[in-house]
């Protein structure tokens, strides 16, 4: 079982020499995101419920059917680009972006919108079972793209049996980057450049772990 200063020290081995073609795939995610977001601050609502198919389904209407059918599956390839760089040194980011995200649309639409309907029924009960389910589900983007064989339901428990006794530990990892998005915010925001595909490729050398983790274990049963 490794730490954040594996994971982090993974993340910056992997984008040694990579870090241009991350940091383009960065702007085009956040590009497409601010535009799709921008209608709904124009009318005046928080477009961060854009972003999150929990909080699209929460709010629902037009944002819950773009979010999910168009920025949930560019989400989702979003996270697997950085976890090919990690395990395959990929560096096509931008086009794995698209290819990953949009090839099996269908299962992935399917897979992050029952994702979302699990947190939004838990949040219903108090906001930290929300919160500890959204990191028990996690893994579940990852495990869409990778396992395209099983069903969302089996992908959906299989993240979640993945991350039983590790929810602490991936939040513990999101936790020690806020340092780093409070240097972001005083350049502008422009330091979130390198800190999103730094963030997203410490994740996905979690996600690696995590996988390793639970085969092993499966196989010792």
Same mark, same amino acid.
């Given at each position: 079982?490794?730490?954040?200063?594996?994971?982090?020290?993974?993340?910056?081995?992997?984008?040694?020499?990579?870090?241009?073609?991350? =940091?383009?795939?960065? =702007?085009?995610?956040?590009?497409?995101?601010?535009?799709?977001?921008?209608?709904?601050? *124009?009318?005046?609502?928080?477009?961060?419920?854009?972003?999150?198919?929990?909080?699209? *389904?929460?709010?629902?209407?037009?944002?819950?059917?773009?979010?999910? *059918?168009? *920025?949930?599956?560019?989400?989702?390839?979003?996270?697997?680009?950085?976890?090919?760089?990690?395990?395959?040194?990929?560096?096509?980011?931008?086009?794995?972006?698209?290819?990953?995200?949009?090839?099996?649309?269908?299962?992935?639409?399917?897979?992050?919108?029952?994702?979302?309907?699990?947190?939004?029924?838990?949040?219903?009960?108090?906001?930290?079972?929300?919160?500890?389910?959204?990191?028990?589900?996690?893994?579940?983007?990852?495990?869409?793209?990778?396992?395209?064989?099983?069903?969302?339901?089996?992908? =959906?428990?299989?993240?979640?049996?993945?991350?039983?006794?590790?929810?602490?530990?991936?939040?513990?990892?999101?936790?020690?980057?806020?340092?780093?998005?409070?240097?972001? =915010?005083?350049?502008?925001?422009?330091?979130?450049?390198?800190?999103?595909?730094?963030?997203?490729?410490?994740?996905?050398?979690?996600?690696?772990?995590?996988?390793?983790?639970?085969?092993?274990?499966?196989?010792?049963?």
């Amino acid at each position: 079982m490794k730490n954040n200063s594996d994971y982090k020290n993974s993340a910056l081995e992997a984008l040694k020499g990579n870090w241009p073609a991350a =940091i383009v795939t960065a =702007i085009v995610y956040m590009a497409v995101v601010m535009v799709c977001t921008a209608p709904s601050a *124009l009318s005046g609502n928080d477009p961060s419920i854009m972003i999150s198919p929990v909080m699209a *389904l929460a709010t629902g209407g037009g944002s819950f059917i773009l979010t999910l *059918l168009f *920025l949930s599956p560019l989400q989702v390839g979003y996270y697997n680009t950085f976890r090919k760089l990690y395990q395959e040194g990929s560096a096509s980011l931008t086009g794995n972006m698209f290819t990953t995200g949009f090839s099996n649309w269908g299962h992935i639409v399917l897979g992050q919108l029952l994702m979302g309907i699990f947190i939004f029924l838990w949040s219903l009960l108090l906001i930290v079972p929300g919160i500890v389910k959204a990191y028990a589900y996690a893994m579940t983007p990852y495990i869409l793209v990778e396992r395209p064989e099983l069903s969302v339901n089996e992908a =959906i428990g299989l993240s979640r049996r993945m991350m039983k006794g590790r929810k602490f530990d991936l939040f513990y990892l999101h936790l020690s980057f806020i340092g780093w998005a409070l240097l972001c =915010i005083l350049t502008l925001g422009i330091g979130f450049l390198w800190l999103y595909p730094y963030m997203m490729t410490a994740q996905a050398a979690f996600y690696c772990d995590v996988k390793a983790d639970y085969e092993i274990k499966s196989a010792e049963r």
